[in-house]
């Protein structure tokens, strides 16, 4: 029975790692990748020799459909070959294209065995050094850009667990007035650059981030992982 490894990479800091990842990637005769130069990185510091091959991400979304991406992944597994799946960074479908691809091997190939090898998530990173309740929280992924994003902080306001969700650096200033607006009472925790030279972790009102992000513009670089207690 051939094998779908779900495997997580670092999200930054290289040494995030598992020795069982490491192990795994040696193994496999095939690596899918969201990003294979990317991908290129972690191979060539692990001494990893392994052919890649990019996977279907906005190539499986929408008007982008092609099949034939997917029908050669089929293929190889039904040939009896093993296969890793990676993203860019942290844990494959988890706000990721990869997800589509576990979702259609799953429905389609019933007899391959999916096996996930653990390590890091941003959201889980975040959550463990903010300081905020997290017995009880709710990961919504990124923000919609336009259509449903008012609703949706309407109700991380009205919430009564832990919010969690991803932010770019080109859009965290118009979520902090956002959450300014509609929870200015709540306690939020920006984590950046998580596992990087420059991590940092601030807490405060929306409005205190949005000021001290307006005061050190250079803190505004980075991907970001939003926290509402």
């Given at each position: 029975?051939?094998?779908?490894?779900?495997?997580?990479?670092?999200?930054?800091?290289?040494?995030?790692?598992?020795?069982?990842?490491?192990?795994?990637?040696?193994?496999?005769?095939?690596?899918?990748?969201?990003?294979?130069?990317?991908?290129?990185?972690?191979?060539?510091?692990?001494?990893?020799?392994?052919?890649?091959?990019?996977?279907?991400?906005?190539?499986?979304?929408?008007?982008?459909?092609?099949?034939?991406?997917?029908?050669?992944?089929?293929?190889?597994?039904?040939?009896?070959?093993?296969?890793?799946?990676?993203?860019?960074?942290?844990?494959?479908?988890?706000?990721?294209?990869?997800?589509?691809?576990?979702?259609?091997?799953?429905?389609?190939?019933n007899d391959i065995e999916v096996i996930p090898i653990p390590g890091?998530?941003?959201?889980?990173?975040?959550?463990?050094?903010?300081?905020?309740?997290?017995?009880?929280?709710?990961?919504?992924?990124?923000?919609?850009?336009?259509?449903?994003?008012?609703?949706?902080?309407?109700?991380?306001?009205?919430?009564?667990?832990?919010?969690?969700?991803?932010?770019?650096?080109?859009?965290?200033?118009?979520?902090?007035?956002?959450?300014?607006?509609?929870?200015?009472?709540?306690?939020?925790?920006?984590?950046?650059?998580?596992?990087?030279?420059?991590?940092?972790?601030?807490?405060?009102?929306?409005?205190?981030?949005?000021?001290?992000?307006?005061?050190?513009?250079?803190?505004?670089?980075?991907?970001?992982?939003?926290?509402?207690?």
């Open positions: 029975m051939s094998k779908l490894y779900i495997v997580a990479t670092p999200i930054g800091n290289m040494g995030d790692i598992t020795l069982r990842a490491i192990e795994t990637l040696k193994s496999v005769d095939l690596i899918l990748c969201e990003d294979t130069r990317q991908t290129r990185k972690i191979l060539e510091k692990y001494n990893i020799n392994k052919p890649t091959m990019s996977y279907p991400s906005d190539d499986v979304v929408g008007k982008n459909y092609r099949p034939s991406k997917l029908a050669k992944i089929f293929t190889l597994l039904e040939d009896g070959k093993n296969l890793a799946l990676v993203s860019d960074a942290g844990t494959p479908g988890i706000s990721d294209p990869g997800a589509l691809l576990v979702s259609e091997i799953k429905e389609k190939l890091a998530s941003a959201v889980i990173t975040a959550l463990s050094a903010s300081g905020l309740p997290m017995h009880d929280f709710t990961f919504l992924g990124f923000l919609p850009h336009k259509k449903g994003r008012e609703t949706l902080f309407k109700e991380i306001a009205e919430a009564k667990r832990t919010m969690v969700f991803y932010e770019s650096p080109h859009r965290i200033l118009k979520t902090l007035e956002s959450l300014r607006k509609f929870c200015p009472e709540k306690k939020v925790c920006i984590a950046r650059e998580l596992t990087k030279i420059y991590e940092e972790f601030k807490t405060g009102s929306a409005g205190e981030l949005l000021e001290y992000l307006n005061k050190n513009k250079e803190k505004q670089r980075g991907e970001f992982t939003v926290i509402v207690a």
